[in-house]
């Protein structure tokens, strides 16, 4: 009789645990989906009294995200119905993979430019063009790095939200005129000053956490200003053994040995070393610019060469599309990217809006930062929406970590570099 | 009468063990069986969807079920197939090893380990006898000159390096067992010295010792972090460096360097480490009992006798089941943290070939995330999987053949 109650037990354990697994799937899911659930009801978007959840997933950080969500919190107020729900997840590659096909995804994405072809390939983002976003909008909306840089293959997949990309940041007490390069794409110049400032004050001039190598996104100013067009471009065609790339890294050796350059800095490094006043400059993005200001350094801003201008987007899933609320997401990402709400971002955050109205504002302006990294975003080159993209980090990387180590010389590390991203994307195709 | 009983015996314990063999069933054999299913395929970025007709497909992907078609996304890319070469992904990874000239290095350098072998075979057979006519040592010196000759006399060298230059997962390969080689025997050196020295009767402090001792154990935990600051004390503005400078030296850059990046990395993993074999050392010392070192002590044995003859042979059951965990753990074979925290797999040495200390887990990292293929990540870990199976079967047979001094 004891025996039987055990089995039985035993059976009702052994079927719960079957319908639990076969049951939703968040039980099962992976830790790292974030806690995203589902709209109440799949009533058609234009009845915009019934109440609507939309879910965020951004990667916006800290002390960013309070005046972000103070926009979005004025737009529940105006809109009783709506619900904004935002969430910051860990791994958000992975967690869109486990959450999209189980309708458990988020309605927006906030994210960056170059995520945009993977995420399309992969189905969890939709195009806009189906859900009236026009080209023309786009154009007359936001600057034209940022529109270039939501359009894929012909089809507007995002608006973009801000831009950035990295600049000479310099101390102005150590680094007076005499010393600051004036031609953003005159390189002999930089390299005189910089031997220049040793002689006189025997520290580097500058810092660029990309010249020792394995950083291919803080390094590019210096290949692009030389005249690289892209490391990869969307058809899958590899342009780093050029003449051009050759040049660039004959200049990086040579202001390693005439300016005394450090020769192992990363980004802690040379942060401290600018914040410390042991370099002049810090070749860095909008994002260090919160611990200068906290460090009470008297900085300056200067475009140098053609960086990466990373572009800050929002996407819709296609979770969104799927459960109708497609039209409400768009309009609280429109309402986001107007150029009110910008203008209140960019006074905040210190960052580059890429709606044009909100660039030309006197106050946003007026932003210490905004000249020279705007400059620098002005001259710069889009990152690429293509997945190619994501075959060029490690070869150039390591291409320019040889060279600078002194391991090979630029033009082979630059030719393994070219075979290694044809390799990765043949085997992409 | 018997057959019935017998049928609900195995009906009791499969409903008692049930529970669990499902829990494996979903969560360890299927991954493994879906991973090495994808293993043959293409999947990547850009064939990221399944095509729910192919019958193993449709079977095995979790998207291709009922109860999640209903979301199941298209995208703009093509979904993934079958590998035509179907072990494209694996041979890709092997590079030339399993051609003639790469399989020939391979003999060649295998040959050189012959008189060795033969030595050992000659020394068993000898060493049961009470009068040998060439001591063990001179039978161990004339096969080492014999092997190094052989090494010479094929040009060992070279065909050594075709050996690496064929694959570069065989580099990695070759450089981890090199980094697992010589780590555990640091494991057991500091870890025994310390155990001996903590288990002295009456020494003063013995308490604060233990405890100070162990904190590395716990920073291993977290051993990321803490790798980032073993970085910093060897960066070119970190600790050392400073000190120098205060010498007036100038600073030597350790991290571009791949023989320093290695010895940084050992260090590291060395302080980790040495904790757990100091504490399971100290424990298997403290059951070895006191009169077997009395009895020594008036047979006239000294105390380098004591510890070979009397502690090491009794710590062995102890100790070998541990070194073998020690290196096919993450503090072994699967080493990642430390090392990449150190510097990513170390100074580049050029694009598409691996960084002077990338081993076999950085290696993986590095190939999979610079192109998200699902698919050579499946023929990586089935690969790695193997070996680590064989190791482990070797070495169950090793602890085997290995008897304590009671049996």
Not at chain 1, 287 to 301: L, M, R, S, T
Not at chain 2, 177 to 192: K, N, Q, S, T
Request: net charge neutral.
């Amino acid at each position: 009789m004891k025996k039987s109650i055990f089995v039985v037990f035993s059976l009702i354990i052994t079927a719960t645990m079957l319908l639990t697994a076969c049951g939703a799937s968040p039980t099962t899911a992976p830790a790292t989906v974030a806690p995203a659930t589902e709209a109440p009801t799949a009533v058609p978007p234009t009845a915009t009294t019934a109440p609507v959840k939309i879910t965020i997933w951004h990667q916006w950080d800290g002390a960013y995200l309070d005046a972000i969500t103070k926009v979005f919190n004025q737009y529940m107020t105006d809109h009783p119905n709506v619900t904004i729900d935002l969430s910051k997840p860990n791994d958000v590659t992975a967690s869109l993979k486990v959450a999209i096909p189980a309708g458990q995804g988020p309605d927006i994405l906030a994210w960056t430019n170059d995520q945009i072809g993977s995420n399309a390939i992969a189905g969890n983002i939709v195009p806009l063009d189906d859900q009236g976003i026009t080209q023309d909008f786009l154009t007359s909306t936001y600057e034209p790095a940022a529109v270039n840089g939501v359009v894929w293959q012909g089809k507007i997949w995002a608006l973009p939200e801000s831009q950035e990309a990295i600049a000479l940041v310099y101390n102005k007490d150590l680094v007076t005129a005499d010393y600051l390069p004036t031609d953003p794409m005159n390189f002999t110049d930089l390299t005189a000053k910089a031997e220049k400032f040793y002689a006189d004050k025997h520290i580097p001039l500058l810092c660029n956490q990309g010249f020792k190598g394995g950083d291919a996104y803080h390094i590019a100013p210096v290949f692009f200003g030389f005249g690289v067009k892209q490391y990869v471009d969307d058809q899958g065609n590899v342009t780093v053994n050029t003449p051009e790339a050759l040049n660039a890294m004959t200049w990086l050796l040579d202001i390693k040995t005439k300016g005394h350059l450090l020769q192992d800095a990363d980004d802690a490094a040379c942060r401290t070393a600018f914040e410390s006043g042991k370099v002049g400059m810090d070749w860095t993005g909008p994002w260090a610019i919160a611990d200068f200001d906290k460090a009470n350094v008297n900085y300056g801003i200067v475009p140098m060469g053609k960086p990466f201008v990373g572009i800050k987007a929002l996407m819709l899933t296609k979770n969104a599309v799927d459960r109708g609320n497609a039209a409400v997401a768009l309009d609280i990402i429109k309402y986001y990217t107007n150029a009110q709400n910008e203008i209140a971002v960019a006074l905040a955050n210190k960052t580059i809006p890429a709606n044009s109205a909100a660039l030309k504002d006197p106050g946003v302006q007026a932003l210490s930062t905004l000249a020279g990294f705007g400059a620098s975003a002005n001259l710069g080159v889009p990152m690429a929406n293509t997945p190619y993209a994501n075959a060029q980090w490690g070869p150039v990387g390591d291409a320019v970590g040889a060279i600078w180590s002194g391991k090979q010389k630029p033009a082979d590390a630059l030719a393994a570099a070219q075979k290694a991203i044809e390799d990765a994307v043949a085997q992409m195709k | 009468m018997a057959q019935v009983r017998g049928w609900r015996k195995v009906l009791t314990v499969l409903a008692f063990i049930s529970p669990t063999l499902i829990g494996i069933l979903i969560f360890s054999i299927y991954p493994i069986l879906f991973n090495t299913y994808i293993s043959f395929t293409n999947r990547n970025q850009f064939h990221p969807n399944p095509d729910c007709a192919v019958g193993l497909t449709g079977l095995l992907e979790p998207t291709c079920w009922a109860v999640f078609k209903k979301h199941a996304v298209t995208g703009l890319g093509t979904p993934f197939r079958l590998q035509t070469p179907l072990f494209g992904n694996y041979a890709s990874l092997m590079g030339t090893f399993f051609t003639a000239p790469a399989l020939l290095s391979v003999l060649k350098v295998a040959v050189c380990f012959i008189p060795l072998i033969v030595a050992g075979f000659i020394n068993r057979r000898y060493s049961r006898e009470l009068e040998r006519p060439i001591s063990a040592g001179t039978v161990n010196l004339i096969a080492v000159i014999l092997g190094a000759i052989i090494f010479f006399g094929l040009s060992g060298l070279s065909a050594f390096n075709s050996i690496l230059a064929s694959s570069d997962f065989f580099t990695v390969f070759l450089r981890t067992i090199l980094f697992v080689v010589v780590c555990i025997p640091l494991f057991f050196i500091f870890g025994m010295g310390l155990a001996l020295l903590l288990n002295v009767k009456d020494l003063p402090g013995k308490t604060f010792f233990r405890v100070v001792l162990i904190v590395p154990w716990a920073a291993s935990n977290v051993s990321i972090m803490m790798s980032l600051v073993f970085r910093f004390f060897f960066s070119e503005t970190g600790t050392l460096n400073q000190l120098l400078h205060i010498l007036n030296v100038q600073p030597v850059i350790f991290l571009n360097s791949s023989l320093w990046t290695f010895f940084i990395i050992v260090l590291a993993n060395v302080w980790y480490s040495y904790p757990f074999f100091m504490v399971t050392i100290l424990g298997a010392l403290q059951s070895i009992p006191a009169e077997l070192y009395e009895a020594a002590e008036v047979d006239g044995a000294n105390w380098g006798q004591k510890l070979t003859r009397i502690t090491m042979p009794l710590l062995r059951p102890a100790v070998v089941p541990l070194i073998v965990l020690s290196a096919i753990g993450a503090g072994g074979f699967q080493m990642f943290g430390t090392a990449w925290a150190i510097n990513q797999g170390g100074p580049s040495q050029g694009a598409g070939v691996p960084g002077g200390t990338d081993l076999v887990m950085t290696y993986a990292y590095k190939q999979v995330f610079q192109t998200n293929a699902y698919g050579r990540m499946g023929a990586f870990a089935v690969i790695i999987f193997i070996m680590l199976f064989i190791a482990t079967i070797a070495s169950l047979r090793v602890s085997r053949v290995t008897k304590g001094a009671y049996e």
